[in-house]
């Protein structure tokens, strides 16, 4: 007798891009090597050192990586949505976590065996390429962060985040540059994001207004309501310069 919950696994296992192309039977394997999970908020999936033994598909919510010095300061380093995954570099080789993972929110989640996921891509020349290319890409991320780190103040990391914003929101829209965009989660994340306090990036937020660079309809708004994190970019070429972009 067949089991259903093999099938209700499919879709979960059909949204991560390196399955793509599987066959039907080897997703179907898959699926039948998932164990379904739910975190709620603020739950620790993972801490930093434990050693990859799944790769981690997000169904709905959010997961996070985050890093903590030893002050106690939090840096977000990967934020994980829904039809995202994480665990890819358990796959190649024997690898262990780099920060602690979290849920950004209400999780549900797809835990597939390393050793189950490293069978099907190895079947397939499509599917491996697919993981060569999301390790590239994490790579490039990783270098992104470190570089911004490393080598801009907390104002140009501002700048290059709304940089990066406005060019994702003109992406979605189809223009050439979009001047409004939602800066991503609550103030405190995009603060943790950029390696700094909230209270530091609402000064620098107020010191680019006060400059004409950028400018926020709503400043009254609640607190972390879409309302209140929706900016208009005023100078993009101003931000780039910045930036260094």
């Known amino acids: 007798m067949p089991d259903h919950s093999d099938h209700s696994h499919v879709g979960c296992v059909a949204s991560v891009p390196i399955f793509r192309d599987l066959p039907h039977d080897t997703l179907m394997q898959l699926a039948a090597a998932v164990s379904q999970r739910e975190f709620v908020r603020g739950a620790l999936i993972a801490s930093y050192g434990d050693p990859i033994d799944n790769l981690i598909v997000v169904a709905s919510g959010r997961l996070r990586v985050v890093h903590t010095s030893p002050s106690g300061r939090e840096q977000i380093v990967r934020d994980v949505g829904p039809g995202e995954f994480l665990g890819e570099l358990g796959l190649v080789a024997a690898a262990r976590y780099d920060g602690d993972v979290v849920a950004a929110d209400d999780t549900q989640a797809c835990m597939l065996s ?128 910045i930036a260094g972009l």
């Not at 940089?163 to 050439?176: F, N, T």
């Not at 979009?178 to 700094?196: H, I, K, N, Q």
């Open 114 to 241: 390393r050793d189950a996921v490293r069978e099907a891509v190895l079947s397939s020349p499509e599917a491996s390429m697919r993981l060569i290319e999301s390790l590239a890409r994490r790579l490039a991320r990783a270098e992104q962060v470190m570089g911004d780190l490393g080598a801009r103040d907390v104002g140009q990391r501002l700048a290059a985040e709304l940089v990066r914003a406005a060019r994702g929101a003109c992406e979605c829209s189809g223009r050439r540059e979009s001047d409004t965009v939602v800066l991503p989660g609550p103030w405190a994340e995009m603060a943790a994001r950029l390696g700094t306090t909230p209270e530091s990036l609402s000064r620098r937020l107020r010191a680019f207004e006060d400059e004409g660079l950028i400018s926020r309809p709503f400043p009254e708004a609640e607190a972390d309501s879409d309302r209140a994190r929706r900016v208009v970019i005023v100078d993009l070429e101003r931000l780039r310069e």
